[in-house]
């Protein structure tokens, strides 16, 4: 692997780019770009508003010996507060996007289930027949093998065997109450999409960065098997 590059800081919106080299690159190389990135992620997932200055700077005086701006008491004292406060905003955020995701879900079913072709379960389940197959349907106890792919209602795209180029085999069991639901409407060979409202997907948890709380998912769903 070949590629110019030196130390690369990012400050605020602009880049401070050190001397470049090009060449193979070292494992010392190799491993610091590594860490870097650790760093980086680890710092994102604490989803706080941070002075990316001030953070390279104090990083600087470590790996430099210099002396700190801050005593060790005084550290302590303001990432108490930090911390505290970041768990606040994160649950501030997480109630709002709760409560925005479940209307805009509502709203959505609503004017779908109003759309040529859309059919609506007791259960609020709602699905389309894109392709309809002749083969057997299956029960909650067995074992299907599927193509899929799940959007958001924005149509980002969370999953996809048909991007990993491999079928899926699960227990119908096993999965969201959706899917276990719609699957056995199929039959094998049939493609369905599948509108789902939150309570019988992910509910107020979500699921991973994706899939936030109180979700509508859509999903295409492909039955190509059943294992008894």
């Known amino acids: 692997m070949k590629r110019a590059w030196g130390v690369v800081l990012l400050v605020g919106a602009g ?4 001397g470049c080299t090009e060449g193979e690159e070292s494992f010392e190389e190799r491993a610091s770009y590594a860490l870097g990135l650790d760093i980086g992620n680890n710092v994102k997932q604490l989803q706080a508003e941070l002075d990316l200055e001030e953070l ?3 990083l600087l005086d470590v790996l430099n010996d210099r002396e700190p701006d801050m005593t060790r008491q005084e550290v302590q004292q303001v990432l108490t507060e930090f911390f505290a406060k970041t ?3 994160n649950a501030r955020r997480a109630a709002e996007s709760t409560e925005r995701n479940m209307q805009e879900g509502e709203a959505f079913l609503a004017e779908n289930r109003t759309k040529d072709g859309v059919t609506e379960t007791a259960s609020g389940l709602q699905y389309t027949v894109l392709e309809q197959g002749d083969g057997p349907s299956p029960v909650a106890a067995d074992r299907v093998t599927v193509h899929y792919e799940g959007r958001l209602l924005d149509g ?3 999953d996809s065997s048909y991007e990993r180029n491999e079928p ?4 119908l069991s096993g999965v969201i109450p959706g899917w276990t639901e719609g699957v056995q409407l199929m039959s094998v060979g049939s493609k369905f999409r599948f509108f789902i409202p939150s309570n019988l997907a992910y509910g107020p ?3 991973g960065q994706d899939i936030g709380p109180n979700a509508t998912l859509i999903f295409e769903v492909e039955l190509l098997g059943i294992e008894q």
């Open 156 to 158: 980002t795209v969370f």
């Open 15 to 18: 880049l401070l780019v050190g």
């Open 56 to 58: 390279v700077e104090g």
């Open 87 to 89: 768990r606040e905003d």
């Open 205 to 207: 948890q979500g699921a």
């Open 168 to 171: 899926t085999t699960f227990g």
